[in-house]
């Protein structure tokens, strides 16, 4: 795989890690060359993490050897892998929001006991950092008061402080916008610049063809496939990923609405300690269409879903669904809602959609198991729900397809796949979706989409939230974006672009009117 002209910064031999029964990593080599951006991609499970793990010092090896910069090198602990110049920025960071950055970077490394001493001398060293590497940020900023875009820069500081060279991301624009993305990029080509070896996990194929010098592939804890990014393509890698051909773009005509299902008016919710976590959201909701929201993670539009499914209850305003005008005086709870005929998958699906501990035939009826269809005279008819599971597990190829499968057991895609087609086989007027395809492997997102598509056909309205901006794009037929509990602006699918959604999720957008007479 090298060209023996560049010097390797990492090389691994014949790696392999079992964890019980499972054999998480299977002789895995891998030669990553110094100063490159190299891509690392893979399936749920295909053993990414593990790998990722063993080189950070989180697990050791069973078997194999690791040689850094040439020389053989043995990884027991983090502090092994820091002392041996690597680091990691973990996809959700790992910062003390109350401390400032400076604080932050110095944690773990202090510099003795003269405490002023290492703060003076860690200043000039981050001033130093932030120079070399274009990593601006405040050192006397508090970090909880930082935007995600520059704690993650506090979190690539703090690795260099320590004197990485190479340096690990995991899943690093999960919460980014596009033009913070963006920027991080422009960061990993200046580390690049200066001789630092980056690794980059992601499962976002156009980020590894954009920013990455060479790729190589996981599938079911092995090493499938090493290329050079310039000599691959998305489909290339999807298919070496799954192990078969995969179509990436979603199939859809224009969508057709046919009278409106839904009226939000100025929504409003104010959490237990008095933080106003929605702020007046107005929309409609026509059936037979897509309305997907955009937003960086965490700007309302999680409690937007808990509002209108009747988890949480409204501060003020009103939804007007099924002949129901609910408000906080008239509240609707979640049983309430679905009997109205609005189905919710949970963002979360391990807090909110599944019980772990029942089989699947149990899970696969949750929130609907006082329905007619599960219950005998007396006790719930388990023939029906089985019958009923295994229809669905063949339908949404769950695998394996054990209706008697603890969910637990399931990977979580297959647990995704369960929770939509419990919520998408009623037959909902709306259904309500969060994150659809949130840990769920590239071959299956496929099927999800197209199933989404086909129940916008057959008359039902979907409103669709995903931190993914390519879903919001191929699958919404209207977009709104919410900006710290606000939707600050409406526009076609048709008319959406990555940086014009980025900008106006930052609210910094200066563009025309939107629908709702708001700037977008």
């Not at 003269?114 to 070399?132: I, M, P, V, W, Y």
């Not at 070896?197 to 079911?220: G, P, W």
């Not at 200066?510 to 709702?516: A, Y």
Request: hydrophobic share 40%; with cysteine.
């Amino acid at each position: 795989m090298n060209d023996n002209k560049t010097p390797l910064a990492i090389e691994l031999r014949d790696i392999s890690k079992r964890f019980g029964a499972v054999q998480a990593n299977k002789d895995i080599c891998l030669q990553v060359p110094t100063g490159t951006i190299h891509g690392i991609i893979g399936e749920n499970g295909a053993g990414k993490s593990t790998l990722m793990s063993i080189i950070y010092g989180f697990y050791e090896a069973d078997t194999g050897e690791i040689e850094i910069g040439g020389k053989k090198t043995h990884i027991r602990t983090s502090e092994d892998a820091i002392q041996a110049g690597i680091g990691m920025v973990h996809q959700h960071f790992m910062l003390v929001e109350n401390f400032t950055v400076l604080e932050n970077v110095m944690l773990g490394a202090e510099g003795g006991a003269l405490l002023r001493q290492g703060k003076d001398d860690a200043r000039l060293e981050l001033k130093r950092l932030a120079s070399e590497y274009s990593l601006d940020v405040d050192v006397d900023a508090i970090v909880e008061e930082l935007p995600v875009g520059l704690q993650q820069r506090v979190e690539i500081l703090k690795a260099l402080y320590r004197g990485a060279k190479i340096l690990i991301l995991d899943e690093p624009t999960g919460v980014l916008t596009p033009q913070e993305a963006d920027h991080l990029f422009v960061i990993l080509k200046s580390l690049k610049e200066q001789g630092v070896t980056v690794l980059l996990i992601t499962h976002k194929l156009r980020e590894i063809m954009a920013s990455t010098d060479n790729v190589s592939v996981m599938r079911q804890g092995q090493m499938v496939a090493h290329r050079e990014t310039k000599n691959t393509d998305k489909e290339e890698l999807a298919e070496l990923m799954v192990g078969k051909k995969v179509r990436l773009k979603v199939d859809k005509d224009d969508a057709k609405p046919t009278g409106l299902v839904l009226s939000a008016k100025k929504l409003s919710l104010v959490d237990s300690q008095g933080v106003k976590r929605l702020k007046d959201v107005s929309f409609e909701l026509n059936a037979g269409e897509i309305v997907g929201i955009a937003g960086v993670s965490g700007n309302g539009q999680s409690e937007l879903l808990n509002v209108l499914s009747g988890i949480s209850s409204l501060s003020s305003g009103e939804i007007q669904f099924a002949g129901e005008t609910i408000t906080a005086a008239n509240p609707k709870n979640a049983s309430q809602m679905r009997d109205l005929k609005m189905a919710h998958v949970p963002e979360d699906r391990h807090k909110m959609g599944l019980v772990t501990g029942f089989e699947a035939y149990e899970a696969a009826i949750l929130g609907y198991h006082n329905s007619s269809a599960y219950n005998g005279s007396i006790l719930l008819n388990r023939k029906a729900m089985l019958s009923e599971c295994e229809e669905r597990m063949a339908k949404w190829d769950v695998r394996p397809p054990n209706p008697h499968l603890k969910t637990a057991n399931f990977s979580g895609g297959n647990q995704q796949k369960i929770v939509i087609a419990r919520e998408v086989e009623q037959n909902p007027e709306v259904l309500l979706i969060g994150q659809p395809t949130r840990g769920v492997d590239i071959g299956a997102i496929e099927n999800i989409h197209e199933e989404i598509v086909k129940l916008r056909d057959s008359g039902k309205a979907i409103l669709l939230v995903s931190v993914e901006l390519d879903e919001i794009m191929a699958l919404s037929d209207r977009i709104l974006v919410m900006f710290d509990g606000a939707v600050v602006g409406e526009l076609p699918a048709s008319d959406a672009d990555e940086r014009t959604l980025g900008l106006m999720m930052a609210n910094a957008y200066n563009g025309p009117l939107s629908k709702t007479g708001d700037k977008a």
